[in-house]
């Protein structure tokens, strides 16, 4: 489904959509991204396949109001995935939400004025769906996280307030645009630009030695691609409806470390001690007051439950298949080490 209007994507310097580009790109896709800065700031964006004929970059700012108008007019879809994603900051109100919200708000205004707009694509987070796992249960998209505040995983309240505002909107407007939302879980892979992105810098920290031992952590994982093609299919696929929990797989951290030694990183300062067992749960619950704040409490609240994810929705109605997990780690890491995020050679 190629349409000759321009496709918006908000925040197109991201890790998320600067993949999102890519492959609208790669279709044949027109399309327009916003960004914060000067576009030339951006020649990963500017140089990629298709971008000199068809790529457009416009500055915007989420906290300004209707500084979207004209960039959206005129587009038949909009993917908002702008938001901040960050851990341990100054001030969650002013960091956090009122981008995420204010943000969600200025760029529904702006789909509303633009009689051309058929449907916006909203990224949203796992975090709109829950803020904790629950190992007597398996989450689907019918879950929502309740439990968040802005003393209480702040990141994880922007997302669920973000997305809460955008689907009482369409309540409350009843625009002639619809809302589909992708729900991703800790994305991984290959990035497209030069800054290490939240999500992978896990993965950079597991081998860093910041982890100093193994933990009873999982975490529901999916690679980056996988995530973009899910944004495109839920434009493209016109009975795509609600929200759409994307996910591969959920892993233990003592599997991942195995993994990643066993697939030729172990010079590299992979945990080593197993705390994994109750003792360590409740031991590494006692460490984690040492930790910044918000660290320390995504440990309390994680460590010691299991995760289930039910990704059965976005399998059936976008047909997305999922890649395998173990190759985007590889994939992952080869790639920290390209930028410089991760030493060719580890010292020990
Ligand atoms: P990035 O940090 O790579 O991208 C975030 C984007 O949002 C950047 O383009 C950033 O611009 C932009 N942005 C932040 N604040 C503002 C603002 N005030 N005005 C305009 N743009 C702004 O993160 P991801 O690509 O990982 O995340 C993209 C989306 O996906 C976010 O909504 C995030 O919550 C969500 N998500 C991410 C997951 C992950 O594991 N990575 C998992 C689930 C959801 P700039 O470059 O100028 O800072």
Known sequence: MITNKPVCVTGASGFIASHIIRELLEQGYLVRGTVRKEPKSYPFLLELPGAAERLELVQADLLTAGSYDQIIKGCEYVFHTASPYKVNVKNPQTDLVDPAVLGTETILESCMKSISIKRLIFTSSITAITDEPDSSKTFTEKDWNTMSSLDRQPYHYSKTLAEREAWDFIMRKKPTFDLVVINPVLVIGPSLTPSLNTSNQIIRDIMNGVYPCIMDLNWGLVDVRDVATAHILAMETEAAKGRYLCT?????????????????FEKYSLPKLDLSGKAGTVLMKILSFSQP????????????????????????????????????????????????????????
């Open 293 to 348: 704040k918000d660290t320390g409490m995504y440990i309390r609240i994680n460590v010691g439950r299991t995760l289930r994810l039910d990704n059965s929705k976005i399998r059936r109605d976008l047909a997305l298949s999922f890649r395998s997990v173990r190759e985007s780690l590889i994939e992952t890491v080869h790639d920290m080490v390209k930028w410089g995020h991760l030493p060719r050679k580890p010292a020990n």
């Open 248 to 264: 591969a797989e959920s892993m233990h951290m003592r599997d991942l470390v195995a993994f990643l030694k066993s697939s030729g």
